[in-house]
């Protein structure tokens, strides 16, 4: 089954693409990473990476436009990403409105082009207390909006595998699967390295931990994320 | 209720517009345009035209970047576009995959970050055999999707009161409405003036005579819409 990967260059995507390049009822196609206007473009150059490694083409779609009517948004305005854990109130900052239903919808249609028979994202359940759009009734309705959208052009599934995982699920599919950890971008910061302190860098770290998977990844703050972990656990 | 309407400059998006613009129970807040790299932008100024005349902010989404990636279609790329009635095969080549699912994400995310209640969109019955983005249960199935993607952030509303009429009775309403009729935009080629043999011009002169308004546009050709409404309805 031909398959497209909606790919940020993160852990998750990177580590779905891997996966699905090496399983044998599916074939990559091409990955497609959105440029949103995200302040920095860090991670674009690990999904062009990761379609490098893979053999396949990347795709850029420049939606910058549609970042700048979306305002209020961490990710594409001036405002400061918090530090901390993901399940504290400040990282409802980090939520670009609609933004997994645009990026699908967009996909869809390049699939629909590309005659691709599956469209893949990496949403996963650690998501799902945050952001509605990375729920199992949004991907479901989603999926059946899109059957109805192409009725007659063409049937294309959506491949959501780690939809019901969590983040520590991803870390030991990526330490199974064997890729380079340090070859994904998972900060919210735009530094030559990981800062260690927002909210993606501490999950990630959390989530490599639980999985007892070694990482190879280096940060800016080695110990923030144990201390971030603590808190989050006794509010 | 706040409405945001999606308006190409066309006669079905302008009518709308003014629609709503006098309907008691809404407030007009703002025109959204797409620029998905069509050959000519004539329609968006239009649309700009529509906003200005209501008193409201018109907004261009540039999405030409996605128009680029969804390859094969005569709107975006350059492949002759064909003349006659809608109803014939040929038309097909004017749709781009999955472009109403994009363009209502997008309007929904706008939605969002503005406080609007709803969004608009022209889509009507007449498009329905050959667009399944435009039937209603697309319609019905895409405001599902967006209760779960925007679900505990916002309730918006997807108002299509054109979508089980047929363009006849568009026509009549824009009469109506008395809206400057040649202050809309149907032809697909990019001339002066409107071409009168395209898809959209036959069906645009055709349903102003059904429905027994007076057509205030200059085509270029005034007659060949009677030639192909015959032939398309002996087909």
């Given at each position: ?151 007659d ?15 520590t ?55 923030f ?11």
């Amino acid at each position: 089954m031909k398959t497209l990967i909606i790919c940020s260059g993160g852990l998750d995507s990177v580590t779905l693409a891997h996966k699905v390049a090496e399983d044998k009822d599916r074939t990559l196609t091409r990955l497609v990473s959105f440029d949103y206007g995200q302040r920095h473009k860090k991670e674009l150059s690990y999904a062009k990476a990761c379609a490098d490694r893979l053999g396949v083409p990347h795709h850029i779609v420049d939606i910058s436009s549609v970042g700048k009517a979306l305002t209020g948004s961490a990710l594409t305005d001036d405002v400061d990403v918090p530090d901390g854990h993901y399940a504290e109130e400040s990282m409802k900052i980090t939520i670009v409105p609609n933004r997994n239903a645009i990026m699908l919808a967009i996909a869809y249609g390049m699939a629909c082009s590309n005659g691709d028979e599956a469209v893949a994202t990496a949403v996963h359940g650690g998501d799902h207390f945050i952001y509605p759009d990375c729920r199992p009734d949004f991907l479901k309705s989603f999926a059946t909006m899109q059957g109805y959208a192409l009725e007659d052009v063409a049937e294309i599934e959506l491949y959501t595998p780690y939809a019901s995982l969590s983040k520590t699920e991803i870390a030991a599919d990526a330490g199974a699967l064997n890729l380079p950890l340090e070859e994904t971008w998972s900060c919210y910061k735009g530094g030559e390295i990981h800062c260690g302190t927002c909210g993606t860098c501490v999950e990630r770290r959390e989530a490599f931990d639980l999985a007892g998977v070694k990482d190879t990844t280096e940060y800016a703050d080695e110990n923030f994320w144990r201390e971030s972990v603590k808190k989050a656990e006794s509010a």
